[in-house]
């Protein structure tokens, strides 16, 4: 049974692989991220062994409650191991995304003996309950709920998206598929989860050269790049400095200035549209590259960003240069945004120097 299982899932398994030597060797990922790569890895691996268990078992009639207990695995770990890739790839989310999965698994274990989701007839068929499609609407919510999210932590771009798209594809086919191929394909769902994941995670290694990995911004790289491929384009430019970071670095800790630094990045970027592109070019310098875009939407932009982050315990100054009809080269833009960036730091700290001598 060993053999026939390696004969069956080698791709899979030499997929696995791949994926846990590029993360022993990947030096952009932090611990956890690891860990939780590696889980998923380990999550893959054995809903395969089950699967494979459970088709060898079909058409043995004394096999019917085992392969009912492997049915429940199989209906559960599907949703839990997309809010594992979820929990892996997106910043940020706690151990909560799994509670709709873990509920999910608490009705399979009872179908087991009620039926509701599932059973198995005298012939061996596999009969859908009333609750026969949860799993399904499940697995959809999360795939939802993930492009969603990947897409709002993305910075728009082309290379960004593709790989979104792509696992978009993939978390279709996975709900599609079953309906028009039938029971085969779940011996090829854990490969392609497993294809999707690995790409998406390819394309996120290869982007790692252009982002920023405290906030997950574009970096000066980038910026450069792109000021000289998209200049007449650029109709504004933004300058962003945050206050009081030499301050919080002293007094806190420097853990304490990469957590506001990524705060105030998450709070840029939620305000941006899709023709404007963040990017941390220093310490805690940003910039806004704004593409075709009107004085009414930079002041609408700026707003938004200061809204964002009054909400939070974090402040910083903002300046911003505009050329009408892209009339200005993007160094005058930056010179004018600094200006008034600078302009406006300064009025902070006299602001809080006379609150302090008060």
């Not at 790839?89 to 039926?115: C, D, K, Y």
Request: proline share 3%.
């Amino acid at each position: 049974m060993v053999l026939d299982y390696i004969l069956q899932n080698w791709p899979l398994i030499l997929i696995l692989a791949a994926m846990a030597i590029s993360f022993k060797l990947t030096v952009f990922l932090d611990r956890k991220t690891i860990r939780r790569y590696y889980v998923l890895v380990v999550e893959i691996f054995l809903l395969s062994i089950a699967v494979f268990v459970e088709f060898k078992l079909v058409g043995v009639s004394e096999s019917q409650d085992l392969r009912s207990v492997l049915m429940a695995v199989r209906y559960s770990a599907t949703p839990i191991i997309i809010a594992q890739i979820i929990y892996t790839l997106v910043r940020q989310l706690r151990w909560f995304v799994f509670v709709p999965a873990i509920l999910l698994a608490g009705v399979n274990v009872a179908s087991i003996f009620t039926g509701i989701v599932f059973s198995i007839d005298g012939d061996g068929a596999l009969v859908r309950g009333p609750l026969g499609l949860v799993p399904f609407i499940a697995v959809g919510l999360y795939g939802v709920f993930l492009v969603i999210v990947l897409y709002r932590q993305s910075n728009k771009r082309i290379e960004e998206i593709v790989p979104i798209a792509f696992m978009l594809l993939s978390l279709s086919t996975s709900l599609a598929l079953p309906f028009l191929l039938g029971p085969s394909y779940s011996g090829i769902f854990c490969a392609n989860i497993a294809i999707a994941v690995f790409t998406y995670f390819m394309f996120s290694i290869l982007q790692l050269t252009k982002k920023d990995a405290l906030t997950g911004l574009l970096n000066r790289q980038a910026y450069y790049a792109d000021t000289q491929k998209k200049h007449s384009d650029v109709t504004a430019l933004i300058s962003i400095d945050m206050n009081g970071l030499k301050q919080l670095n002293d007094t806190k800790g420097h853990d304490a200035g990469d957590e506001a630094l990524s705060t105030l990045a998450t709070c840029f970027q939620k305000a941006l549209t899709h023709k404007q592109t963040a990017y941390r070019i220093g310490g805690d310098e940003f910039v806004i590259l704004c593409k075709r875009t009107k004085r009414t939407e930079l002041k609408q932009l700026i707003q938004r960003i200061r809204e964002n982050v009054a909400v939070t315990e974090y402040s910083c100054s903002i300046g911003y240069g505009f050329s009408p009809g892209n009339r200005k080269p993007i160094d005058v833009l930056l010179k004018e945004s600094d200006e008034r960036m600078y302009a406006e730091k300064s009025r902070y700290y006299s602001e809080a120097h006379r609150e302090r001598r008060h």
